[in-house]
């Protein structure tokens, strides 16, 4: 364990002459205190209505700036929302900005991280262009995007860091200088005391300490999660002294562990720039545990803490407030005079409150400009209308509502229109005319970015068809992915695969067989059992500009990934409103083996979890590389489910297996029928074209549709299609009652206006409700069968045409 508590002494003069230090000394303290203002401003700005909640950096501000000092170009940060001081000091953000997230400002260029989308607190910078294409990260500094669940930030960190050492070890990557010069580059993590109780922290040190990365992990240790005292959340009260054996040693790779107290400016300088210089220089992970950080208004702006400190703990973290510590020290070691250090603390204040009024004003002055459009309008509109009072009204009110929003404009004006449903003037023509922009504005505003949508989503690939020579060769499906994968890590240095027992046996069912020995550990390797971080390995490796493919080695385990994959992966691009991306592709088999835990299909919860990601379900494995290889020229994130059955079933090899294309959204017609559409996916495919045998016979003609890209769901409208012709539409997988089919008769039925078509009621056939016993019986009778299929089709047949059936 290296200690760290040295007495107050300076930090390291280096060449610097005294008056030199005391600039580079009293920029840091007004730093502190302009952090600090903003603090207190914000929750008074939350306490008097102007903006609805707030969670400051307050009591945390000394350490963010010794931190800052050796946070360099290139380097990424993944933290948490106490870090406003550490962003201030890097330039990654500044006053105005942290007063536009608070009041939600809807705007890049106020707002970059999330363009009001994120509440305040949570930092990030822009990676991407306007056209989505990549910045140079190598030449500016770089904060992944925050989220709100604790912890969260931990799985992403460690890909952010494993990115460097992937740069500095593979010598084919040395021309991808916007994203890391020989992998010098640190990534830094914050993380409140409390949060280390989760999961997600612990797995993060593990892998962390398995992968030696240059991964610097700081803990803002205030002794509280919310009301909760560190006794409730940490052995021993003391995460340090917990993860002791983290610390490396002659015997083996660790962490290189840091201990000092957040009020103590010079040692917190001292040890950040130690600790940095090992994981920089040699790729080690560090460990900072920030002691004895106070919370100077509490954790947030929703309740007090008196409530649950007690007086002597309040006293002492008024005393051990860090900037009184500082003014302190800088007293008692003759760096400034009193007289100093008030006018920095004055000037703070000042500026801090002319940051905040200039932007309320850019705030509400567009709101204001709305107000006065719509209210002319509406006035317009009244002056003709028969509901005139009432309208006048609504003008009335919205223009005497204190800080109107634009929620205000659109009741008014949306209960005009109703109000004027049975009249026509011009006036309401042009209301609507403008109704209908400023709806494109604030759709804009609020719901644009799901995707990326920059000319490398996956949805502008162009499609390039599979090619087969006359004596194509038949092989196992295992060998078609794995020539799929070949050929992408044969043609960019960028991919990489990594997952649970995926490098040296090249995956359980072989799809990377052999190709650790072809390219590298570096390249393909094996992973610790840790789905989390898997999924959060990919996503910072993405970020940095790799092509991670990160495998789950079942879909039933992906559980363990989700809340990552959910909170983080998918919600990246809307939450950063395009500023963010990470093209990370997510492979896991699933649907089809034996027992509870080995042939889940969860799709419905997949589907709903996961809006902001592509979910592919291919029946085949040369379906599934055509989607590889489709995802690999696109920059969009996805979750390629395999059929876990069908690894040994022989398929043809295309000529063109690393170039082919499968365009997304686009289901397959597999068998052309006139009676009903069957419209189903993965593994059910081969159970639906048995039962289509049986009812072939039967005088049943059944039109087959793998839908096999779920998310996005047939651009086309192939399967209304298809219904205009049946007339009958049976949805069929292997998920729990009203889960994928559900989803799968919503869009048919209600975004492809399907129901117009039918003349029998639509069904869904599925599993039980429970998981799928185990045994061949135990699938049998969880799972829908062929003769389900059969009976159930039937009875549709009979439904309509019940002398015939
Ligand atoms: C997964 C999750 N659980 C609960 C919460 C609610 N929550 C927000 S902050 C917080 C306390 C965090 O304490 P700590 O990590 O010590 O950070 P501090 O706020 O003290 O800096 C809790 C429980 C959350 N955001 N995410
Ligand atoms: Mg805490």
């Not at 021993?236 to 103590?264: A, C, M, T, Y």
């Not at 686009?666 to 081969?686: A, F, H, K, Q």
């Not at 069929?732 to 078509?757: I, K, R």
């Not at 135990?778 to 159930?792: N, R, T």
């Amino acid at each position: 364990m290296s200690s760290n508590n040295k007495e107050h002494i300076a930090p390291s003069t280096g060449h610097l002459s005294f008056e030199d230090f005391k600039q580079v000394v009293l920029t840091d303290y007004r730093i502190a205190n302009e952090s600090r203002q903003a603090s207190l401003l914000g929750r008074k700005e939350v306490l008097t209505g102007k903006a609805k909640f707030g969670i400051f950096g307050d009591g945390k501000e000394v350490a963010q700036i010794a931190m800052a000092k050796v946070f360099r170009d290139g380097d990424f940060r993944s933290g948490y929302y106490r870090d406003q001081t550490f962003m201030f000091a890097t330039g990654m953000s500044n006053v105005k900005e942290f007063f536009a997230q608070l009041y939600a400002l809807p705007s890049v260029e106020a707002e970059p991280c999330s363009a009001g989308r994120s509440m305040n607190g949570h930092f990030g910078t822009r990676s991407l262009n306007d056209d989505g294409t990549w910045k140079n990260l190598t030449a500016m500094k770089n904060s992944s995007a925050d989220i709100s669940p604790t912890a969260g930030q931990m799985p992403r960190l460690v890909g952010l860091a494993q990115a460097s050492k992937i740069y500095r070890n593979n010598p084919e990557l040395s021309s991808f200088e916007s994203f890391s010069l020989s992998g010098n580059e640190v990534a830094f993590g914050t993380i409140g005391n409390a949060s280390t109780s989760e999961g997600h922290f612990f797995e993060a040190i593990n892998a962390a300490g398995v992968l030696q990365i240059p991964m610097a992990i700081s803990v803002w240790d205030d002794g509280y999660g919310i009301s909760v005292h560190a006794k409730y959340q940490t052995t021993k009260e003391n995460i340090s002294e917990i993860l002791k054996g983290f610390q490396r040693d002659e015997h083996g790779n660790g962490f290189e562990i840091f201990r000092v107290k957040g009020w103590d400016y010079a040692a917190l300088c001292e040890t950040y720039e130690k600790a940095i210089k090992i994981c920089r220089e040699e790729h080690v992970p560090v460990f900072i545990h920030v002691q004895e950080l106070t919370q100077p208004q509490g954790h947030s702006t929703s309740g007090s803490h008196e409530r649950y400190k007690s007086k002597e703990r309040l006293d002492w973290e008024a005393e051990y407030d860090c900037i009184k510590q500082m003014r302190d020290w800088m007293l008692k070691s003759a760096i400034a005079t009193e007289s100093e250090l008030d006018a920095i603390e004055q000037d703070a204040k000042k500026y801090v409150r002319a940051c905040q009024k200039e932007v309320w004003e850019a705030f509400n002055q567009p709101i204001k400009q709305e107000i006065a459009e719509a209210s002319v309008m509406l006035e317009q509109l009244a002056a003709s209308s028969a509901a005139s009072a009432e309208i006048i009204n609504l003008v009335n009110n919205l223009r005497s509502t204190v800080d109107a929003i634009r929620k205000d404009i659109l009741v008014a004006v949306r209960k005009s229109l109703r109000l004027t449903r049975h009249e026509n003037s011009d006036a309401k023509r042009n209301l609507q005319i403008w109704l209908n922009q400023y709806n494109n504005e604030n759709y804009d505003r609020y719901n644009s970015y799901l995707f990326t949508d920059t000319e490398s989503s996956a949805l502008n690939i162009p499609e390039i068809k599979a090619q087969y020579s006359e004596d194509a060769k038949m092989l196992d499906g295992r060998e078609i992915v794995q020539a799929c994968f070949d050929a992408a890590f044969a043609r960019d240095p960028r991919v990489l695969a990594f997952g649970e027992d995926v490098g040296k046996i090249g995956d359980v069912n072989q799809g990377f067989a052999g190709l650790q020995e072809k390219y590298g550990e570096i390249r393909i390797s094996d992973t610790g059992i840790r789905e989390a971080t898997i999924i959060g390995q990919g996503i910072g490796l993405a970020m940095r500009g790799l092509r991670p493919i990160a495998e789950i080695q079942y879909l039933d385990y992906l559980l363990y990934g989700l809340q990552t994959l959910s909170d983080d992966l998918a919600s990246l691009s809307y939450r950063t409103k395009a500023g963010q991306k990470a093209p990370l592709i997510v492979r896991t088999r699933g649907h089809r083996l034996e027992g509870i835990w080995h042939s889940g299909s969860p799709i419905g919860m997949i589907l709903h979890a996961l809006r902001g990601m592509h979910v592919l379900v291919p029946r085949n494995m040369t379906q599934a590389a055509g989607f590889y290889n489709t995802l690999l020229k696109a920059d969009e994130p996805a979750l390629v489910i395999e059929c876990l059955n069908g690894y040994r079933l022989k398929e043809a090899l295309p000529d063109n297996i690393g170039e082919f294309t499968l365009p997304l959204g686009r289901p397959e017609i597999l068998r052309e029928g006139n009676d009903i559409t069957l419209v189903t996916y993965g593994s059910c495919i081969r159970i639906a074209e048995e039962a289509i045998q049986e009812l072939e016979q039967m005088g049943i003609s059944v039109e087959l549709i793998d839908v096999q890209s779920l998310l996005p769901f047939d651009i086309h409208h192939i399967i209304s299609d298809s219904i205009k012709k049946t007339n009958k539409v049976l949805f069929f997988d292997e998920d729990v009652p009203g889960g994928a089919t559900s989803y799968m008769m919503q869009q048919v039925l209600e975004v492809q206006n399907g129901y117009y078509f039918l003349d029998a009621a639509p069904r869904t056939l599925t599993a039980k409700a429970h998981r799928p016993a185990y045994g061949t019986d135990g699938d049998y009778f969880s799972k829908p069968s062929a003769d389900d299929v059969v009976e159930c089709v039937y009875e549709m047949m009979h439904e309509t045409n019940p002398s015939k059936y």
